[in-house]
């Protein structure tokens, strides 16, 4: 497997040096297949491009993903385990750690009852997002090419690096790209088309209190945990992630 884990902390984009290593990879497998305009820039964004095979106009459309994972958890030394025929029950994955994939808490997994799964042994991330959607992509553009009776307009394809951290977008060339509509790869269910998403905007704030001695700390005190506080219970308690279905 391949690390491309991203970091938050980092300045430089894409933001871990790890990242090339699927990027240059990614390059070579599109040339490969017979893509053209096979481009990767000083930021690791790759784009290319399946040319239209129609006599006639046609909007261009784009297909995209990114190929880091999130910097939550671990996506080194994956172990992927197969699944076939799953059954609807719990999915024991580390059983030295008790770790357990259950429909009880995930029942999303009931839509897959008797089809193969893949995960991992539950001590990393599996890089499934959104190395799943580079593998749609670069699938669909390899099928259109072998199958050129089925018609097409020109259709251009780019992976990112740093989507994880929020910077996915920041030097996305959208002009180079040049098409009238995009589609990410980077949903869940098969068949959902998502046409918004939840706001990933975040703030930083360093909340300075004032330390004096217990015995005397009566009015001159400031405990900045009681303030953080404070400034959470401002906040509408029922716009979060647990409680949303943005």
Known sequence: TIDTESDPTSETTPSTEKQWDLANLLVDELKRIGLSDVTIDENAYIMATLPSNVDHEVPVIGFVSHFDTSSDFTGANVKPQIVPN?????IVLNEAENIVLSPDYFDDLLQYK???LITTDGTTLLGAD???????????ME???????????KIR????PDEEIGRGAHKFDVEKFGAEWA??????QIGELEYENFNAA????????KIVHPGYAKGKMINSILIANEIINSLPSHEIPQETTG
């Open 86 to 90: 799953y059954d609807g029950k719990d």
């Open 114 to 116: 008797g089809q193969t």
């Open 130 to 140: 959104d190395k799943a959607g580079i593998c749609e992509i670069v699938s669909a």
């Open 143 to 153: 099928y259109l090419i072998n199958h050129p009776e089925i018609k097409h307009g």
């Open 157 to 160: 394809i780019g992976f990112t």
């Open 183 to 188: 589609y990410t790869m980077d949903g869940s």
């Open 202 to 209: 975040g703030a930083k704030i360093d909340i300075k209190g």
